[in-house]
């Protein structure tokens, strides 16, 4: 599995045959110039809330690519309302897919349309393949939710944790969220897109080898493969 990281939250996952794009902010991030959404042409966009900056591009590039859309009730409605195809989900619920497991988690973040529709309850999503298990948490506090992903779903090859503080968790709550999740390989997220979120690089590294846990902090358009 191949994951790329293309600023903010958004993320690009590579399966053995299928492609799936996650929070699509690009053309509205200045740290994102060099990544041409043109390109991007993924099997699945799944969506965490309906903040713009994690929605912005994703009309576009279903657009361009005829991309299912994966997201909660109200989100699917308000896309469906616009001639956009998709698969409604909600908190605690799975569905199987072509290329795996998607199964929808607890976030405790607020959610809306920038034109102010209700976007319903934020979420996060574990997707999970037969060779992989990956966390995506979106936009979250820390919650002690989180202490029961891996005795449901099992052990997790990477946690995808908001990092930047703010509007999320900060350093040291995503330490203690990969504490509850039991997962040694963290990547983080949702950081220096604005100046509230700017992150301390190294203040993070320090506090995450403290844990004995791998901090990746991927500049944009660098993957990870797992």
Known sequence: ?????????????????????????????????HIKIDDLKPDYILITHAHEDHILDVETIAKNSGALL???HEI??????K???????NIGGSFKFDFGRIFCTTAVHSSSFPDG????????????????????????A??????IIPKVFG?????????????????????????????????????????AIKLDKEKAMKRFEQMEKDLYL?????????
């Not at 330490?175 to 604005?194: E, K, P, Q, S």
């Open 142 to 147: 820390l919650t002690h939710d989180m202490r």
């Open 218 to 226: 991927l500049p944009i358009g660098d993957c990870l493969k797992i």
């Open 1 to 33: 599995m191949k994951i790329t990281f293309l600023g903010h939250a958004c993320i690009l996952i590579e399966t053995k045959d299928k492609t799936v794009l996650i929070d699509p902010f690009i053309t509205g991030n200045p740290l994102a110039k």
């Open 70 to 72: 994966v997201a909660n």
């Open 155 to 195: 052990r997790l090859d990477l946690a995808i944790l908001p990092i930047g503080d703010n509007f999320t968790m900060g350093i040291n709550a995503a330490a203690v969220a990969a504490g509850f999740l039991l997962c040694d390989h963290i990547l983080g997220y949702h950081y220096d897109t604005f100046d």
């Open 117 to 140: 529709t209700y976007g319903g309850l934020a979420c996060g999503f574990i997707l999970e393949t037969s060779h992989h298990r990956v966390y995506i948490a979106g936009d979250t």
């Open 76 to 81: 699917i409605n308000y896309y469906a309302a």
């Open 83 to 89: 001639g956009f195809k998709g698969h409604s989900m």
